[in-house]
T-cell receptor, first 113, second 112 residues
Framework: AAGVIQSPRHLIKEKRETATLKCYPI?????VYWYQQGPGQDPQFLIS???????DKGSIPDRFSAQQFSDYHSELNMSSLELGDSALYFC????????????FGSGTQLSVL | KQEVTQIPAALSVPEGENLVLNCSFT??????LQWFRQDPGKGLTSLLLIQSSQREQTSGRLNASLDKSSGRSTLYIAASQPGDSATYLCAIERTGRRALTFGSGTRLQVQP
């Protein structure tokens, strides 16, 4: 069965650079979520989209933005990167009709040097 | 603000034991509660989802219960196996929000 696909798997950036993370949800899932998980921390909610519209916002810095496109894939754009942005970034998708279980991708490991 | 607490933080048991992981939450206005498993450096796998109107869910050797009035959920793992070794997280979706609040997890080690 198709899963949530994230790219890239690993990303290394310098301070003050920009990064773009991509997420392809499970087909026919209507909601996409982004989470940030620092080393030894629990996942922190950043932002979610329902049917391509932003549906909820968590602790997402102003330097970050995200959007969901017409084909339902989503991108998380991160600018002016800081050392503290180094983390595992997860995308997840769910469907109201599918019982709303969240299915997570394998994550993008971002390292800011 | 919803707070989710998991006890214990870490647990080590011999293979074959039955065990219980605990999750407590402060806001009873929950929409659902999910239990996830996370292996080191990997993504999260949803194990069980309990809607707010339900009391428990079962999948194989796993059973999760929900008591909204007391703000508690338990994950029961029967006949534990070394392959069950992972971090188990509970997460709350609050009514009206499309976001999960996670607990800090219980790190389980099952000794062969």
């Amino acid at each position: 069965a198709a899963g949530v696909i994230q790219s890239p798997r690993h990303l290394i950036k310098e301070k003050r650079e920009t990064a773009t993370l991509k997420c392809y949800p499970i087909p026919r899932h209507d909601t996409v979520y982004w989470y940030q998980q620092g080393p030894g921390q629990d996942p922190q909610f950043l932002i979610s989209f329902y049917e391509k519209m932003q549906s909820d916002k968590g602790s997402i810095p102003d330097r970050f933005s995200a959007q969901q496109f017409s084909d339902y894939h989503s991108e998380l754009n991160m600018s002016s990167l800081e050392l503290g942005d180094s983390a595992l970034y997860f995308c997840a998708s769910s469907s109201y009709r599918g019982g709303e279980k969240l299915f997570f991708g394998s994550g993008t490991q971002l390292s800011v040097l | 603000k919803q707070e989710v607490t998991q006890i214990p933080a870490a647990l080590s048991v011999p293979e074959g034991e039955n065990l219980v992981l605990n999750c407590s939450f402060t806001d009873s206005a929950i929409y659902n509660l999910q239990w996830f498993r996370q292996d080191p450096g990997k993504g999260l796998t949803s194990l069980l989802l309990i809607q707010s109107s339900q009391r428990e869910q079962t999948s194989g050797r796993l059973n999760a219960s929900l008591d909204k009035s007391s703000g508690r959920s338990t994950l029961y793992i029967a006949a534990s196996q070394p392959g069950d070794s992972a971090t188990y997280l509970c997460a709350i979706e609050r009514t009206g929000r499309r976001a999960l609040t996670f607990g800090s997890g219980t790190r389980l080690q099952v000794q062969p």
